[in-house]
């Protein structure tokens, strides 16, 4: 199956900085990856998602970018601010009829320092 | 618009003791739906999903069971609980056909003493 891994596992950066999260995936058939946003005893929600046939996506100051050759996708948030201190996962899935499990990274806790 | 419903929200169950753990989804037909577990600090293990009515697909070997009885319920079970159970269970449900958009349910916390 799909093996998502991600780095780093824990990043702190100052309010006002940009940080970077990135990702690699082991299946060249997947097309779709999402990052989800998880607070301390929340659900993970989706904050941005990327299909294989984009190379870019941006939402205001979240960011995704897909090396489909490379088989990495990496999250940027620019101009952080406390509240986006959280758990970010990465998942990358093939998304076809039938089920579409999507396969997750470990996780990166990220800390903004006011 | 469509909701996910999974309670209860925290659980404190004995080794040994039997589980179950609902989750509905309102507003679609037809969803795929998954079971999740999340151990403390860790990253998210899918355990089951399923595309239809009394159709499941396990991804680990383990003690937990699941059914979907009804189109848009899926439960998650064990005859007998072990203290590794214990962990954050997470629902999920996606739209027939794509695994794109996953909306997770609330969760439930539980600990097995």
């Known amino acids: 199956g799909e093996n998502v891994e991600q780095h780093p596992s824990t990043l702190s950066v100052q309010e006002g900085d940009s940080a970077v999260i990135k990702c690699t995936y082991s299946?060249?058939?997947?097309?779709?990856f999402p990052w989800y946003k998880q607070e301390l005893g929340k659900r993970p929600q989706l904050i941005i998602d990327?299909?294989?046939?984009?190379g870019e996506k941006k939402d205001q100051r979240i960011a995704v970018t897909l090396n489909k050759t490379a088989k990495h996708f990496s999250l940027h948030i620019t101009e952080t601010q406390p509240e986006d201190s959280a758990v970010y996962f990465c998942a990358a899935s093939i998304t076809s009829t039938g089920a579409n499990n999507l396969f997750f990274g470990t996780g990166t806790r990220l800390t903004v320092i006011p | 618009s469509q909701t996910i419903h999974q309670w209860p929200a925290t659980l404190v169950q004995p080794v040994g003791s039997p589980l179950s753990l609902e989750c509905t989804v309102e507003?679609?037909?037809?969803?795929?739906l998954y079971w999740y577990r999340q151990a403390a600090g860790r990253g998210l293990q899918l355990l089951f999903y399923?595309?239809?009515?009394?159709?499941i697909s396990s991804e680990v070997p383990q003690n937990l069971s699941a059914s979907r009885p009804q189109d848009r319920q899926f439960i998650l079970s064990s005859k007998k609980l072990l203290l590794s159970d214990s962990g954050f269970y997470l629902c999920?449900?996606?739209?027939?056909?794509?695994?794109?958009?996953?909306?997770f349910g609330s969760g439930t916390r539980l600990t097995v003493v």
């Open positions: 299946d060249s058939a997947s097309n779709y």
């Open positions: 990327i299909r294989s046939n984009v």
């Open positions: 399923s595309v239809g009515i009394g159709q």
């Open positions: 999920a449900w996606s739209p027939p056909g794509t695994g794109d958009g996953y909306t």
């Open positions: 507003g679609t037909s037809n969803p795929n």
